[in-house]
């Protein structure tokens, strides 16, 4: 009886401030940093946003914790990648996806639009972050699916995703002028995995992973023979290391090419599939494609602002 009352009251005081609930942020779980950034840029105040994977973390490899499973199941709204970028997590989003609001962002992409992937014929190249054309299509399915979840900030939503776009548009007016300054002969890009095949296409450089489209695949000694010769015949001196990836294949490479008397440096660390820390500037979307705008374009050659589009890279990169 006593609980019973207990039980009357509580229900009672959680249904009163009908208002202070509806006003609370709308819980967002992403897992990718960047689709985390887009969430929080489109969503403003209006959302509380829990990335899964932080910095260096490698999405193909991801496996969700026991915590992420807890902060899913709190979440109004689950938003991932798709293109089975975050392989190992496929299956546990599509049975998720039966009893929550779940949504594959990348998967909202016009498919003409996407390149293919080079492992397996009916999949595509999961790295759309890499063109700002394409991360534009992102962010508007991101505003899509907050507005679903809560049509009555529709107008906010709105006009944040406006307001980060017109930033997009900016990032690619730079990527655009930075990356056309390189010399044509070096518009060349050895990194460890092909997470740069929309970059390249999107601004005309030749692209060269060590890995596949996936980190997943080992590296063959052919496929870094293969690379060592690419850089001697076209006098290449930088390759890029990744923050996500292991840069064990990179020295191989590097090594490789001196014992023919041709010498590599590493141009400097991209951010491939991961951005830069919290709080940082880096570790936002805008700032993770300037950093590695900026150091591409200026370790093949180019002349660029030390601290990017912004002025906001930190030094010494
Ligand atoms: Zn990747």
């Known amino acids: 009886m006593i609980r ?3 039980l009357a009251a509580l229900a009672f005081a959680v249904a009163l401030p009908l208002t202070a609930w509806a006003e609370a942020p709308l819980k967002v779980v992403a897992t990718t940093g960047m689709i985390a950034d887009a969430a929080r840029q489109v969503g403003g105040d209006q959302v509380e ?3 899964l994977m932080g910095p260096g973390v490698d999405p193909h490899a991801y496996r969700q914790t026991r915590s992420d499973i807890v902060a899913m199941t709190r979440a109004d709204l689950i938003l ?3 293109l089975y970028l975050e392989a190992q997590m496929e299956d546990f989003f599509h049975d998720l996806g039966r009893k929550r609001a779940v949504v594959a962002v990348a998967e909202g992409i016009d498919t003409s639009k996407l390149r293919a992937h080079d492992d397996y014929a009916d999949k595509y190249d999961p790295h759309v972050w890499m063109s700002p054309a394409l991360w534009r299509d992102v962010v508007v399915e991101v505003q899509e699916a907050l507005t679903e979840a809560r049509p009555d900030a529709a107008d906010i939503f709105a006009a944040n995703a406006q307001a980060h776009l017109a930033e997009i548009d900016q990032l690619e007016g730079y990527a655009a002028q930075a990356l056309a300054s390189v010399p044509e002969s070096n518009r060349v890009l050895v990194t460890a995995h092909d997470a740069f095949g929309y970059f390249g296409a999107a601004y005309g450089y030749e692209v060269m992973g060590i890995q596949g489209i996936s980190t997943q695949s080992e590296a063959g000694l052919n496929r870094i023979g293969e690379l060592v010769d690419t850089l001697v015949d076209q006098q290449l001196t930088a390759v890029f290391v990744e923050s996500s990836v292991s ?5 191989a490479l590097i090594e490789g090419a001196a014992a023919k008397g041709h010498d590599v440096g590493v141009g400097g660390e991209l951010y491939s599939d991961a951005m830069g820390e919290p709080g940082t500037y880096e570790g936002t979307y805008i700032g993770m494609l300037d950093h590695n705008i900026t150091v591409i374009a200026g370790a093949l050659g ?16």
Request: hydrophobic share 35%; aromatic share 10%.
């Open 247 to 251: 840069d064990r294949s990179m020295r």
């Open 80 to 82: 991932w990648h798709g």
């Open 4 to 6: 019973r009352s207990f």
């Open 302 to 317: 180019a002349e660029v602002p030390d601290r990017g589009m912004n002025g906001k890279l930190s030094a010494g990169f």
């Open 49 to 51: 946003v829990k990335g």
